[in-house]
């Protein structure tokens, strides 16, 4: 089977989706025509590493994310707070969790993430990038325009979403069926 191009599946800290509901009904509300462009809000989550995978990889980078649940010292539950919103050049709108310990212990987490898997070759050229702690809240998509006219969100570039609490990495895949709306877990091990 031929090597697929880009990831298929990321490792991720589930979000509760009722922080981010304010966001969706607003944009339904005063800006309907963009509301195709929202996220699915079961899907909710900080993505801290994508993965490169095909049928032949798939089965040993769980096994290596097995592995590093039982070696690694757990962080334990782990609790963000988002305030306010950003884009990534207006194609994706996202909530930022503020930049306090816990973010910072995101951040740490992602760079670990990153160097263990790497070193199987499982991870994808997209990490190449500035890891960003975000929740995506909307983003473009085939039928819609190429950027989110910024009127669509500029009221929530301070808004307070709260705190929710997150508990684990889950090991997703990007095409699998949803189970509950959100991605396919293959894999969790505790945060």
């Known amino acids: 089977m031929a090597r697929r191009v880009g990831p298929t599946h990321f490792l991720s800290l589930r979000l509760d989706p009722a922080f981010f509901s304010a966001f969706g ?100 050229a997209a990490n190449d990038k500035e890891f960003t702690p975000h929740c995506t809240l909307m983003k473009t998509n085939r039928s819609s325009p190429k950027r989110i006219d910024p009127h669509v969100y500029s009221r929530f570039a301070d808004h307070d979403f709260g705190s929710c609490q997150t508990t684990t990495i889950d090991f997703c895949s990007m095409r699998g069926p949803k189970t509950d709306g959100y991605y396919q877990t293959l894999a969790q091990i505790p945060l």
């Open 25 to 124: 009904d607003a944009v339904r509300q005063s800006h309907l025509t963009s509301a195709g462009m929202l996220v699915e809000p079961r899907t909710s989550h900080i993505t801290t590493l994508l993965l490169d995978l095909n049928e032949r990889t798939t089965g040993a980078a769980l096994e290596a994310f097995q592995r590093l649940g039982e070696r690694r010292t757990p962080l334990g539950p782990m609790t963000l707070r988002f305030r306010g919103v950003s884009t990534f050049g207006n194609r994706v709108v996202f909530a930022i969790p503020e930049n306090d310990d816990a973010t910072e212990s995101v951040c740490r987490l992602a760079a670990e993430l990153l160097e263990y898997f790497a070193v199987g070759g499982f991870t994808s």
